[in-house]
Antibody
Framework: VHLVESGGGLVRPGGSLRLSCVAS????????VSWVRQAPGRGLEWVAN????????FFVDSVKGRFTISRDNAKNSVYLQMNSLSAEDTAVYYC??????????WGQGTLVTVSS | QSVLTQPPSASGTPGQRVTISCSGS????????VNWYQQFPRTAPTLLMY???QRPSGVPERFSGSKSGTSASLAIGGLQSEDEADYYC???????????FGAGTKVTVL
């Protein structure tokens, strides 16, 4: 039972990245999924979440209008599209299943570095 | 500035009881359950406590949680060396429509 994030890397300011979160060993469909980031040496910051069928989505103010979240339950996956990236978006990005209940599960994270 | 306020550090000797506070407001802790996460260096966080005082399977009984009004706390009774980690409180905020974390508390075992 795992969540595996991918898609991180080095991107220039103003650029875009699409992160993927793929579930292995279980079906992701029944769960809310969140993205949480952690800048180097800093604490956790919730970024966004999405409900089971994708009809409800919430974002932290700092990414509204720049990031979108989506899911494809047939592919057991959730995505975070990040546009207009800046240095302040540099962080390890984690996806998490059911972040606030007993079935909570975190991925290992993927590093996003925004630098020229 | 985090919406939830935690002390930056806490410490104790093995066997001591250590308590971490988490202060919020009526829109978050006051109206929603509090969750706690444990994070070791260079690893992903894990859920330590949910619904104010519920331990997920596998979490030792020495960890306990409580909530009163707009504040919550995590207690580690009988501190052990393997408890040295960062601890974060979190809750949904109805006014922000966001899940908010505290800044984290680093627990050191002396």
């Amino acid at each position: 039972v795992h969540l595996v994030e991918s898609g991180g890397g080095l991107v220039r300011p103003g650029g875009s990245l699409r992160l993927s979160c793929v579930a292995s060993g279980f079906t992701l469909g029944p769960y809310w999924v969140s993205w949480v980031r952690q800048a180097p040496g800093r604490g956790l910051e919730w970024v966004a979440n999405i409900n089971q069928d994708g009809s409800e989505k919430f974002f932290v103010d700092s990414v509204k209008g720049r990031f979108t979240i989506s899911r494809d339950n047939a592919k057991n996956s959730v995505y975070l599209q990040m546009n207009s990236l800046s240095a302040e978006d540099t962080a390890v990005y984690y996806c998490a299943r059911a972040i606030g209940i007993s079935s909570c599960l975190w991925g290992q994270g993927t590093l996003v570095t925004v630098s020229s | 500035q985090s919406v939830l306020t935690q002390p930056p550090s806490a410490s104790g000797t093995p066997g001591q009881r250590v308590t971490i506070s988490c202060s919020g407001s009526s829109s978050n802790i006051g109206n929603n359950p509090v969750n706690w996460y444990q994070q070791f260096p260079r690893t992903a966080p894990t859920l330590l406590m949910y619904g104010n005082n519920q331990r997920p399977s596998g979490v030792p009984e020495r960890f306990s949680g409580s909530k009163s009004g707009t504040s919550a706390s995590l207690a580690i009774g009988g501190l052990q060396s393997e408890d040295e980690a960062d601890y974060y409180c979190a809750a949904w905020d109805d006014r922000l429509n966001a899940y908010v974390f505290g800044a984290g508390t680093k627990v050191t075992v002396l």
